[in-house]
């Protein structure tokens, strides 16, 4: 069913009807905050290329050399105009909208495969930031995570003070696994969701795409928030075609007037 009244008033009843909604959400949440997406026109890896797989081994291999690597990068042309755009960017009405769900009662959990805090600062707590969040650092070991800063001035490689174990850029690289307990974390909130909203992703990434599946072949439904059709189209209950800082709000009004 593509995005139509019709469409948004069935996405709005699933919302309203479901036990325990979880968002599941990508760049494209973000592409109206001006953060660049990944795929597609335009996106990082479409003018960068991939990663490469190995960035997490070379982590491993030499600590210090990574964490120059990570000041020098700050000099990267190319990845300057990234940082720069995530600097800058601020919510946008698709980010106030799901935190207006989370307020609502209505959204018990956002998934999310941004760095980028958005999140957090358009006022959302329910998150699971199944690929880390760029403003924080994590021992690789404990997973205790800390404020980007927090070892300011301290030699390399940094140590976690509570278990000695290395300690990276909370945001996960191509190559590293997920932490076990966000994974955990992510896997609980599918297994007890009956209804999920994808927002802004090209689902092509897992463990992330593989949410939806599941929550679909255990009887749940799936809306798809999205203005370009994913791998995911075909198997959604509702599909709503549009930017999400627009088919969002609209979504949330309904909702109120559901809810009454
Ligand atoms: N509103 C909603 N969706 C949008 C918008 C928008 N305004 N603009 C673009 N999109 C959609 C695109 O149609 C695409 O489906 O956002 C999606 C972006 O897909 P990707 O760039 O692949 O981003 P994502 O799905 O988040 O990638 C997953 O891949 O490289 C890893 O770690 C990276 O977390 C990322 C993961």
Known sequence: MENSERA???????????????????AGLSAESGVPTFRGPGGLW??????????????????VRWWRDQQ??????????FREAIERAEPNPGHYALA?????????????????DLHARAGQEMLAEIHGNR??????SCESRWPRDHFEGQDY???????????KSDTVMFGEPIPRGMLDLCFSQTEMCDCMIVCGTSATVYPAASFPQTVRERGGAFIEANPNPT????IANVVLRGQNGQVLPAL?????????
Do not use: W
């Open 8 to 26: 948004l008033d069935e996405a709005a009843q699933l919302l309203v009807e479901s036990r325990h909604v979880v968002a599941l959400v990508g």
């Open 46 to 63: 479409t003018k960068l290329g991939e990663p490469s797989m190995n960035g997490y081994q070379e982590f491993l291999g030499d600590p």
């Open 72 to 81: 020098d990068q700050q000099a990267d042309p190319d990845r300057t105009e």
């Open 100 to 116: 207006a769900l989370e307020r609502m009662g209505i959204l018990k959990m956002t998934i999310t495969q941004n760095v980028d």
């Open 135 to 140: 403003t924080k650092l994590r021992c690789i």
């Open 157 to 167: 490689p940094i140590y976690c003070p509570e278990c000695r174990g290395l300690v």
């Open 231 to 234: 791998p995911l189209s075909p």
């Open 252 to 260: 949330v009004e309904r909702v109120k007037v559901l809810k009454g």
